[in-house]
C-alpha cells in the first residue's frame, strides 16, 4: 500500500507536486500562527498585542518606501524576461533592495528623533524594524528564485523550520520580560534575521552583479508607478489599528487586531484558489477567450463566500479559544471584516485585466481611492463610535475597492477586447448580498446561540444536499492548470 503511494506520488509531474507542497506549507504556517496566537493573547496584554499590530502596520506601510515593493510582481515578470541571465537579474534586484534600504537606514539615523516621535516606536523598534524589512525582502527573492525553479524542498524545510521557531522564541522572551510587546518584536527580528539574511550573501556568491544599470532602471521604471498602489494597499490594511491606537487606546487596538487577524483566517482559501486560477486567467485574456472566465469565477465567489459565512457563524466560539474574556468584544468586528475578505478576493478577478495591460494607472487610482476614503471615514466614524467603526470602514473601503476595479476592468474589456459584457451583473449581486445578508443575519444571532446553532444546521444540510455539485466544480477548478 505504502509504495503504491509511493509510486503514484513519484508520478506526479514536478510542478504539480511543488505546487501541493507550496499550498500545503502555507496552510502549516497559517496553522502554527492560528495554535499559536491564543497563547500570545494570554501572554500578552490587550495593551500590548495591540503595540505589535501597530508595528506591524507601520512596518508594512514603510516597507512600500524602504524596499519600494521589489520583491513584488516586477521579480516574477524579471525572471521570466531576463531567463537568459536570470542569476545576473536576480543578484542585481538584490543589490538595488540593499542599496534602497541602506539610503533609508542612513535618513532614519539622521533625523532618528523625528521618526520615533512620528511613529511613536523607540529606536530599538525602528531598528529591527528596518532589518525585518530588509530580511523579509531577500526572504521573498529567494522564496520566488525557488517557485519558479520547483525547488520546494529547500523552502518548504525553511519555512516550516522558521514558523515554528518564531513563536518559541517569541514565548522564551516575552516570559522573561518586562516589556513583552518589545520582547515579541524582537523575537520575530532574531528568527527572521537568522534564517534569511544568509540568502542575500549566497546569492552574492553566486553573481557578484551587485549593480547593473539597466536592471536598476527596468525595475525602477516599472515599480515605482506602483508605488501609490502599493502604499495605498497598506495603508488599508493597517490604518485602521494605528487611528484605533491614536485615537482610542492601546487596548481597543488590540482587541481590533485580534478579530482582524481571525478574520484572515479564510485569507488561505483566497491564497489557495488564486494560486490556481491566476495563471490560467492570464492565458485567457491573452487567448482573448474571456468568455471561459465567469463560469469559473462565479463558483469561486460561491466558494470563498460560504468560508467566510461559516467564519462569521463560529465567530463567539472562535475567540473564545484564541483568546481570553478580555477579548470578547472581538466578535462584534469579525463579521464586516471577513465581509471584506470576500472582496479582496473578487478584485483579483477583475484587477487580472489591468495587470495583464500593464494599466498602473487604474491600479493606483481604484487602490489609492479606496486607502483615501478608509483614512476618511476612520477619522470620523472611529471618534465616534470606538473601534467597532474601523470594521465597517474596511469593509465600505474593500467594496469600493472592488467597485472601481470592475469600472477598470469593464473599461478595458470595452477597448481592448471589444467586450460590453464579461460578468453576469445579477448573478454577481445575487452571490454579494446574498453572502452579506447571511452575515449580517448570522451577527444578530450572536446574543441568542439556540437560533445561530439552527441556522449553522440548516446551512451544513443544505450543503450536504449538494455535495455532488460542490465536489464536481471542485474537480473542474483543479483541473484549470491542465486547460488551455
Given at each position: 500500500?505504502?509504495?503504491?503511494?509511493?509510486?503514484?506520488?513519484?508520478?506526479?509531474?514536478?510542478?504539480?507536486r511543488a505546487s501541493m507542497w507550496f499550498a500545503g506549507c502555507s496552510f502549516l504556517q497559517r496553522g502554527i500562527s492560528m495554535i499559536t496566537t491564543p497563547i500570545f493573547t494570554r501572554l500578552l496584554s490587550s495593551a500590548d498585542y495591540g503595540r505589535i499590530g501597530v508595528f506591524n502596520s507601520w512596518m508594512s506601510i514603510l516597507s512600500v518606501f524602504v524596499t519600494l515593493n521589489l520583491s513584488a510582481g516586477i521579480f516574477m515578470q524579471g525572471l521570466v524576461k531576463f531567463s537568459a541571465e536570470r542569476e545576473r537579474f536576480s543578484s542585481a534586484m538584490y543589490g538595488l533592495c540593499t542599496t534602497v534600504t541602506a539610503?533609508?537606514?542612513?535618513?532614519?539615523?539622521?533625523?532618528?528623533?523625528?521618526?520615533?516621535?512620528?511613529?511613536?516606536?523607540?529606536?530599538?523598534?525602528?531598528?529591527?524594524?528596518?532589518l525585518l524589512i530588509w530580511c523579509s525582502a531577500m526572504a521573498s527573492f529567494w522564496s520566488m528564485q525557488q517557485r519558479i525553479d520547483f525547488h520546494y524542498r529547500k523552502l518548504v524545510l525553511l519555512s516550516v523550520l522558521v514558523s515554528v521557531a518564531n513563536p518559541i522564541v517569541g514565548i522564551v522572551l516575552v516570559l522573561h520580560a518586562e516589556d513583552k510587546a518589545m520582547a515579541r518584536i524582537l523575537g520575530i527580528v532574531l528568527v527572521e534575521a537568522l534564517a534569511y539574511s544568509w540568502t542575500f550573501f549566497a546569492q552574492m556568491r553566486r553573481d557578484h552583479t551587485f549593480f547593473s544599470g539597466s536592471i536598476w532602471r527596468y525595475a525602477l521604471?516599472?515599480?515605482?508607478?506602483?508605488?501609490?498602489?502599493?502604499?495605498?494597499?497598506?495603508?488599508?490594511?493597517?490604518?485602521d489599528r494605528i487611528m484605533i491606537e491614536d485615537l482610542v487606546g492601546s487596548?481597543?487596538?488590540?482587541?481590533?487586531?485580534?478579530?482582524?487577524?481571525?478574520?484572515?483566517?479564510?485569507?488561505?482559501?483566497?491564497?489557495?484558489?488564486?494560486?490556481?486560477?491566476?495563471?490560467?486567467?492570464?492565458?485567457?485574456i491573452g487567448s482573448?477567450?474571456?468568455?471561459?472566465?465567469?463560469?469559473?469565477?462565479?463558483?469561486?465567489?460561491?466558494?470563498?463566500?460560504?468560508?467566510?459565512?461559516?467564519?462569521?457563524?463560529?465567530?463567539?466560539?472562535?475567540?473564545?479559544?484564541?483568546?481570553?474574556?478580555?477579548?470578547?468584544d472581538a466578535?462584534?468586528?469579525?463579521?464586516?471584516?471577513?465581509?471584506?475578505?470576500?472582496?479582496?478576493?473578487?478584485?483579483?478577478?477583475?484587477?487580472?485585466?489591468?495587470?495583464?495591460?500593464?494599466?498602473t494607472f487604474y491600479i493606483a487610482l481604484s487602490t489609492v481611492g479606496g486607502a483615501v476614503l478608509n483614512v476618511a471615514l476612520n477619522a470620523v466614524f472611529?471618534?465616534?463610535?470606538?473601534?467597532?467603526?474601523?470594521?465597517y470602514t474596511t469593509l465600505i473601503c474593500y467594496m469600493v475597492?472592488?467597485?472601481?476595479?470592475?469600472?477598470?476592468?469593464?473599461?478595458?474589456?470595452?477597448?481592448?477586447?471589444?467586450?460590453?459584457?464579461?460578468?453576469?451583473?445579477?448573478?454577481?449581486?445575487?452571490?454579494?448580498?446574498?453572502f452579506m445578508a447571511a452575515g449580517f443575519a448570522l451577527l444578530s444571532t450572536y446574543r441568542t446561540p439556540a437560533i445561530r446553532y439552527a441556522l449553522i444546521a440548516g446551512l451544513m444540510i443544505a450543503l450536504f444536499m449538494m455535495r455532488g455539485q460542490i465536489l464536481d466544480r471542485t474537480k473542474r477548478l483543479l483541473q484549470l492548470k491542465k486547460s488551455d
Open positions: 500500500m505504502i509504495e503504491k503511494l509511493v509510486q503514484r506520488y513519484k508520478a506526479v509531474p514536478i510542478p504539480v539610503v533609508w537606514l542612513v535618513v532614519y539615523l539622521l533625523f532618528q528623533d523625528l521618526w520615533n516621535e512620528l511613529f511613536s516606536l523607540t529606536a530599538v523598534q525602528m531598528l529591527g524594524m528596518l521604471r516599472f515599480n515605482i508607478p506602483l508605488i501609490p498602489h502599493y502604499l495605498a494597499s497598506a495603508v488599508l490594511s493597517g490604518a487596548s481597543e487596538a488590540g482587541i481590533y487586531n485580534l478579530a482582524y487577524s481571525v478574520s484572515l483566517i479564510m485569507t488561505i482559501f483566497n491564497s489557495a484558489m488564486l494560486q490556481t486560477i491566476e495563471p490560467w486567467l492570464y492565458r485567457k482573448r477567450k474571456t468568455e471561459d472566465i465567469p463560469s469559473v469565477a462565479y463558483p469561486c465567489f460561491v466558494g470563498i463566500a460560504l468560508v467566510n459565512v461559516f467564519l462569521i457563524a463560529l465567530a463567539p466560539e472562535i475567540v473564545a479559544v484564541f483568546a481570553p474574556p478580555a477579548y470578547h466578535i462584534w468586528v469579525i463579521p464586516p471584516v471577513a465581509m471584506s475578505v470576500y472582496f479582496t478576493f473578487s478584485y483579483s478577478f477583475f484587477a487580472v485585466f489591468e495587470f495583464y495591460y500593464e494599466k472611529i471618534r465616534i463610535y470606538g473601534y467597532y467603526a474601523a470594521g475597492y472592488a467597485v472601481l476595479h470592475f469600472a477598470c476592468m469593464h473599461r478595458l474589456c470595452r477597448k481592448k477586447l471589444g467586450i460590453t459584457k464579461l460578468y453576469d451583473m445579477r448573478i454577481l449581486l445575487t452571490i454579494t448580498f446574498g
